[in-house]
């Protein structure tokens, strides 16, 4: 997961900065990858992003698939971080959602607003 905005901004509840000033819309651009396709196209552009092959390895190995994602984020400050966290809704939701969009779909790409 990729923002151009930080991490501040993205972990504000509302769409105002902490002085209550509105702020520009947030995004997320998401990439679903396999570890392979990461090692082999992702890392060979960006090393910072080559420092957390391991950590996101282990995340990977870990994880239960139905209950939880892997995620490594990176944000405009600089935050770089993978982690492990639950999947809401749950799996079952998530892929009649899929369906759902891919179907209405004429591209590869969704768009998920979050604000």
Same mark, same amino acid.
């Not at 405009?76 to 971080?81: I, T, V």
């Not at 768009?111 to 604000?115: F, G, K, P, R, S």
């Given at each position: 997961m990729?923002?151009?905005s930080t991490l501040v901004t993205m972990s504000l509840g509302a769409p105002k900065d902490i002085d209550g000033r509105p =702020?520009? =819309? &947030?995004?997320? @651009?998401l990439h679903y990858l396999t570890m392979g396709?990461? =090692?082999?196209?992702?890392? &060979?552009d960006d090393f910072e @992003?080559? =420092?957390v092959q391991r950590s996101l390895q282990q995340a990977v190995d870990e994880y239960?698939?139905?209950r939880e994602v892997? @995620? @490594?984020m990176r944000f &405009?400050?600089?935050?770089?971080?993978v982690g492990i966290t639950p999947m809401i809704p749950d799996v079952g939701v998530c892929r009649k959602l899929g369906k759902d969009y891919f179907a209405d779909m004429d591209s590869e790409a969704l768009?998920?607003?979050?604000?």
């Open positions: 990729q923002s151009s =702020t520009p =819309t &947030r995004s997320v @651009l396709e990461f =090692t082999s196209e992702v890392c &060979r @992003l080559a =420092t239960d698939p139905d892997v @995620l @490594l &405009r400050c600089g935050n770089l971080s768009q998920l607003n979050i604000d």
